[in-house]
């Protein structure tokens, strides 16, 4: 069991950074891969990121290579989300999620334990 507790989310103006965490409890933290997904008003939970069990690779959608970064700190059991070059349409409610996903990194169904969430506002 891995229960994951989300931070960082808040209002920013477009062009803005913001970095979001994800707290994981137990001592399995290292066992998992994890993700970020995100899920705007009235819309499907989408994948934002990835990043395996090491930190060695990491997966990003299309629309977030070059503005957001994974990362993950194994003795802090804690994963990241670096977001910068925020835009409007990134507005959303941002989750993190523990796995063991092979190549269906971007799938919500990979992926055992979620978060609570936190709210990402972004203000043109």
């Known amino acids: 069991q891995v229960q994951l507790v989300e931070s960082g989310g808040g209002l920013v103006q477009a062009g803005g950074s913001l970095r979001l965490s994800c707290a994981a409890s137990?001592?399995?933290?290292?066992?998992?891969?994890m993700g970020w997904f995100r899920q705007a008003r009235g819309k499907e939970r989408e994948f934002v990121a990835a990043i395996t069990r090491s930190g060695v690779s990491t997966y990003y959608a299309d629309s977030m290579k070059g503005r957001f970064t994974i990362s993950r700190d194994n003795t802090k059991n804690t994963v990241y989300l670096q977001m910068n070059s925020l835009k409007p349409e990134d507005t959303a409610v941002y989750y993190c999620?523990?796995?063991?996903?092979?190549?269906?990194?971007?799938?919500?169904?990979?992926?055992?334990?979620w978060g609570q969430g936190t709210q990402v506002t972004v203000s043109s």
């Open positions: 137990g001592r399995t933290f290292s066992r998992y891969s």
């Open positions: 999620a523990a796995g063991a996903f092979g190549a269906n990194y971007y799938l919500v169904v990979s992926y055992d334990y």
